[in-house]
């Protein structure tokens, strides 16, 4: 059975720092490309960032220089180092096995004073 567990979310005030996390099991892992997308209130969810399993990433223009994804095969986890955060940025936050459906439970980020 396929599992995503996203954890990392919080409380942060603007212009800080999160660091999510998503570990995989009950898959292979290197071999798919891994993705973060978030879903704010009221709006569809969008693809923030992604990254293959040759390590090729793609970012939203949104995010671009303030937030870096990366991967650890080894452990079957993917990040999402989020920098100078802005209040535009709160959503829940999924990550994605594959670009099929396979999903986690999302992980809420609030950026707020």
């Known amino acids: 059975q396929v599992q995503l567990v996203e954890s990392g979310g919080g409380l942060v005030q603007p212009g800080g720092s999160l660091r999510l996390s998503c570990a995989v099991s009950g898959t292979l892992f290197s071999i798919y490309v891994m993705g973060w997308y978030r879903q704010a209130p009221g709006k569809q969810r969008e693809l923030v960032a992604d990254i293959t399993s040759g390590g090729n990433t793609y970012y939203a223009d949104s995010v671009k220089g303030r937030f870096t994804i990366s991967r650890d095969n080894a452990k079957k986890i993917v990040f999402l180092q989020m920098n100078s955060l802005k209040p535009e940025d709160t959503a829940v936050y999924y990550c994605?096995?594959?670009?099929?459906?396979?999903w986690g439970q999302g992980t809420q980020v609030t950026v707020s004073s």
């Open positions: 994605n096995l594959g670009r099929r459906d396979y």
